[in-house]
């Protein structure tokens, strides 16, 4: 199902405009690189990139919905996790190139121009990296609470008024294994635009590739 603009939130869609960022930077740098890097490195240099962009467009066309069938989830958050693979293989990929350009003839201009040109791909690619993890997290609770609110008005039927009923005697019993002491919490923080450092900047200064 497709999203509408109006059920769109701006700060949720912004993985979608580093994702295109991302992809267009990509694009712009990979240019600068001789003919003889194409089959061995910046195909899959763009390649990652686009896949990145895609997969993120392809996860937000299915839209998260108090009556979204499990499938459906499912596909979405499949893409977003093909999104996350493709960030983390992109920045191992930088890194070799990074070591590559330097170590060989410097195509991209003097190391000061290099180191800002990785530096500003990892930027990219760490913030890409948060916001994704950020959603994917955020779906899972979301859909949680959808089946959570399925599963109360299912209990009217007696099939799965038995079903809770056991649900509630596993309860008691692992009450009764804590000695009457209350399950631990889990953090419900909203880690959407929480930082996660993929590729840190700091491997592309000048004096440590020097």
Not at 74 to 81: D, V
Not at 107 to 135: P, Q
Not at 156 to 168: I, M, P, R, T
Not at 190 to 206: A, G, H, R, Y
């Amino acid at each position: 199902m497709s999203v509408y603009a109006s059920k769109r939130n701006e700060s949720k869609a912004e993985f979608i405009r580093v994702a295109q960022q991302l992809a267009t930077y990509t694009l712009e740098q990979v240019k600068k690189f001789p003919k003889s890097y194409r089959f061995c490195l910046t195909n899959d240099i763009v390649r990652l990139a686009l896949e990145i962009h895609e997969d993120v467009l392809r996860a937000n066309s299915i839209y998260l919905h108090n009556n979204i069938m499990e499938t459906e989830f499912n596909l979405r958050e499949e893409y977003f996790t093909k999104a996350r693979s493709a960030i983390f293989a992109l920045s191992s990929l930088l890194t070799v190139t990074f070591s590559l350009v330097l170590k060989c003839n410097n195509f991209l201009g003097d190391k000061k121009k290099t180191s800002g040109i990785f530096k500003e791909w990892a930027r990219l690619l760490n913030y890409e990296a948060a916001l994704v993890k950020g959603i994917i997290e955020s779906d899972k609770k979301r859909y949680k609470r959808y089946q959570s609110k399925k599963t109360w008005s299912k209990i009217v039927s007696f099939k799965f008024f038995c079903e809770f009923l056991d649900y509630l005697k596993q309860e008691l019993w692992e009450y009764i294994k804590r000695d009457g002491n209350p399950k631990p919490k889990k953090n419900e923080t909203d880690n959407t635009n929480e930082s996660e450092v993929v590729l840190p900047e700091d491997i592309f200064n000048i004096e440590e590739s020097e």
